[in-house]
């Protein structure tokens, strides 16, 4: 099996920062695309930042110039840079990821998720 931890959200005033992280552990063998979503309340969960095995990436339109998502593979770990916080960036993230991971001698491949950290933007 495959576990994402995620870590760093918290309270920040409108036009701070915050960095967030995510690390798989387990029986992996690859990660191919990794991701970060969020979900505000009475709202659908949305994908605010993707970046491929080969370090493409991509952004929802309202984080752009202000999130950067970026992966360290040697530590299996996606990390997401926010700047420029807003009170409209208040959710609940998630984390997931594309893992190639071995389960009683076969190699299978599934889609992971994060438990969530709450990123709160108020003052």
């Known amino acids: 099996q495959v576990q994402l931890v995620e870590s760093g959200g918290g309270l920040v005033q409108p036009g701070g920062s915050l960095r967030l992280s995510c690390a798989a552990s387990g029986s992996i063998f690859s990660i191919n695309a990794m991701g970060w979503y969020r979900q505000a309340p009475g709202k659908e969960r949305e994908l605010v930042a993707g970046?491929?095995?080969?370090?493409?990436?991509n952004y929802v339109d309202s984080v752009k110039g202000r999130f950067t998502v970026s992966r360290d593979n040697a530590k299996n770990t996606v990390y997401l840079q926010m700047n420029s916080l807003k009170p409209e960036d208040t959710a609940v993230y998630y984390c997931n990821a594309d893992v190639r991971h071995w389960d009683s001698g076969f190699l299978r491949r599934n889609v992971y998720w994060g438990q969530g950290t709450q990123v709160t933007v108020s003052s």
């Open positions: 970046i491929t095995g080969g370090s493409s990436t």
